[in-house]
């Protein structure tokens, strides 16, 4: 079933708490043309309640020519949740929008297949291959990055043989993808995974991402909302290979007109923050996911979202995003002693409606689960 028919099934025969419910031609109407589909609720999940929503950007809507190029992934079969964002956006053209969807569409099914591939690798197969793929993710001349990786990966393996294997088949699904999302002529990024419980009952949630869609976590004890993910900027890259020092980064955060020589090339931190240098169906031959495991408790929140939600939520005129503002979201009261929760249909329409004067403005696609 494609992520259209599903979402379509979903919002006809499951309409949430406020009753709202969507005929087959409406709802694709909405998805793919007119303008944003009502966050809606996906049954089936084991574990975890979830959400997703949809939205066209507005100077699109009503446009038939100009399809929403952003699309969700939620397959309770697998387990996935996530967002796929399609690149390009010339008058007309659909390549964006096409790779987007078959991304959405096709990922579980890749996914599956990869499953299948890893279960016939040992556990020190496993750790090898895993290390070899982060290397090519990095850069083989990191200094000490081998060391580095196969310890992290041991660390996997220690808490759960079973969660390094969903996590390597996860990096090789979107690997294994790429040339279907090539043959479309567009491009895409990627955020999706899982919540795995492991052996000892805690749960943990693995990610993957391509580009410059995201993953958040909402800490129900704490109240505090992070940002899970590591998008795939030139600004990343160079800290990862430590090619920039944190006296510089501080500089070119506190100087807009400060730049950072790159070659003969002079850059600004907007430049290097915004530069994206990984995407799906690109040049790239091989586009390596970078890989994220975080644990999760009960109550806690997991949010994935496309970059429109970035834009929604840019701090002030800097760069970096309001996470403050985006927990408003997921609130919580204890002036009286009782704890507010929205539910998860609610915040998504919160975070999807936000509107910030002079804000730049973009498709948006989100999911989120609330760990039970």
């Known amino acids: 079933m494609s992520i259209y028919d599903q979402a379509i099934k979903v919002s006809k025969e499951k309409p949430d708490v406020r009753g709202r419910s969507l005929s087959r031609d409406e709802a694709l109407e909405e ?67 096409d790779a987007s969807a078959i991304l959405a569409d096709d990922f579980p099914m890749s996914y599956e297949d990869a499953l299948t591939a890893t279960s016939v690798l040992d556990d020190k197969e496993l750790v090898e291959q895993m290390t070899a793929l982060q290397k090519q993710k990095y850069g083989h001349d990191f200094p000490g990055l081998t060391e580095e990786l196969e310890k992290r990966i041991q660390g996997i393996m220690k808490v759960d043989p079973e969660m390094a294997r969903k996590s390597f088949s996860l990096m090789n699904a979107a690997i294994n993808i790429n040339a279907k999302v090539r043959e479309t002529g567009g491009k895409a990024t990627l955020c999706t995974g899982l919540v795995h419980t492991a052996p000892d009952g805690s749960k943990w949630h693995i990610s993957i991402n391509v580009g410059d869609s995201r993953a958040f976590k909402y800490k129900q004890a704490t109240g505090e909302f992070v940002q899970s993910t590591i998008e795939d900027s030139l600004l990343n890259v160079l800290l990862t290979r430590g090619m920039i020092t944190p006296s510089q980064l501080e500089d070119l955060k506190q100087n807009p007109t400060a730049t950072f020589k790159i070659g003969k090339k002079e850059v600004t931190y907007s430049e290097l923050k915004r530069s994206m240098v990984a995407c799906l169906g690109g040049d790239d031959q091989l ?78 696609a989100l999911v989120a689960a609330e760990i039970e």
């Open 287 to 364: 586009a390596i996911p970078s890989l994220t495991i975080r644990r999760v408790k009960k109550g806690d929140k997991i949010l994935l979202a496309t970059d429109g939600l970035e834009k929604k939520f840019r701090a002030g005129d800097g760069e970096e995003m309001d996470l403050q503002a985006m927990s408003e979201a997921f609130p919580q009261s204890q002036s009286s002693g009782v704890k507010i929760n929205f539910p998860l249909t609610e915040s998504l329409d919160m975070l999807s409606q936000h509107d910030k004067p002079g804000a730049e403005t973009d498709d948006i």
């Open 31 to 97: 998805i793919r043309y007119k303008a944003n589909i009502p966050a809606f609720w996906v049954p089936g999940f084991e574990g975890m309640k979830v959400a997703a929503t949809i939205a066209k950007k507005p100077e699109r809507r009503g446009n038939r020519e100009n399809r929403n190029q952003d699309n969700i992934i939620v397959d309770p079969k697998t387990g996935l949740v996530g967002v796929t964002d399609g690149l390009g956006e010339k008058e007309g053209k659909t390549e964006g929008a």
